[in-house]
């Protein structure tokens, strides 16, 4: 028996990518396969943590088979990393799989299982780990009164990217305001440090010792879905040229987040 349905794939964000540049960084984009279709991502320029924040949308995807075995057991979702080249074809980073949400055409659109909770998937390289994945994907049938029966997409847009669609609200996490600031004490050499892809980015020259300098970023507000803090150390060569000495990253940064108390209850406190 033929089954109709659209699937969504709500790819947000990965992590600890490979490095596939000499720079130490890659400029990543995911493509994702089901059954015969495939779609791509954006491409984010140099960065390990690309936050593409992008919903990928396949329309009617043909399965067979009984209603409640594609609901049970749906087909497998493969998602493939690939570092873009100026020239050439696109370098092969890794790999991971997923299984969709499915929804029947009969069933409700609400809580616990709709709208699906983003999660992560672990990348692999071979046989060796190459990052994670955070997204989610749900499976929804197209019943007879067709896709405008499906639950809707609801927002945000965002004009400046044109025709490519944001992870919708209910699904994509809350931010906050967060201010990174580093000091560097006694680095010979130029160092930088990127939080993730639409980034932060915060340069220390070595010529002076104690540097403190500070970028904002909008982070989410779930400390678990805190991309890592990458760190790389240059050297600056003649000519403008930059040759990568080392690397770090600093996978959670739980311990550096700093809260400033609240005012209201520092009040109360005193005159209770």
């Not at 699937?7 to 990965?14: I, S, V």
């Not at 009617?60 to 570092?83: F, K, Q, S, T």
Request: hydrophobic share 40%.
């Amino acid at each position: 028996e033929k089954q109709v349905f659209q699937l969504r794939a709500h790819m947000y964000q990965a992590r600890s990518l490979f490095a596939a540049d000499s720079s130490g960084l890659s400029d990543p984009f995911a493509r994702v396969f089901f059954i015969s279709q495939s779609q791509c991502t954006e491409v984010l320029n140099e960065t390990l943590c690309p936050t593409w924040d992008q919903l990928l949308v396949f329309d009617n995807v043909e399965l067979y088979g009984e209603a409640h075995e594609m609901r049970d057991d749906p087909p497998i979702i493969v998602i493939e990393i690939y570092d873009q080249d100026t020239v050439g074809k696109a370098d092969f980073m890794g790999r991971t799989f997923a299984k969709p949400v499915v929804k029947m055409s009969d069933e409700q659109y609400c809580p616990p299982r709709f709208p699906p909770q983003l999660e992560y998937y672990q990348i692999y390289r071979g046989n060796s780990t190459a990052g994670d994945l955070l997204a989610a994907f749900e499976l929804l049938q197209i019943g007879p009164g067709g896709k405008s029966d499906l639950p809707p997409i609801d927002g945000p847009t965002d004009m400046d990217r044109g025709p490519i669609l944001p992870v919708p609200l209910g699904i994509r996490p809350v931010l906050s305001k967060y201010r990174v600031e580093v000091i560097a004490l006694e680095h010979p050499m130029l160092m930088m440090s990127i939080l993730r892809g639409r980034r932060a980015s915060l340069w220390v020259s070595g010529a002076l010792d104690n540097q403190h300098t500070f970028a904002s970023q909008d982070l989410p507000e779930n400390e678990l879905l805190h991309p890592p803090l990458n760190i790389r150390v240059v050297d600056c060569r003649a000519f403008g040229r930059y040759t990568l000495v080392g690397s770090h990253a600093v996978s959670s940064l739980r311990k550096f987040i700093y809260r400033p108390p609240d005012k209201k209850a520092q009040h109360w406190n005193m005159t209770g």
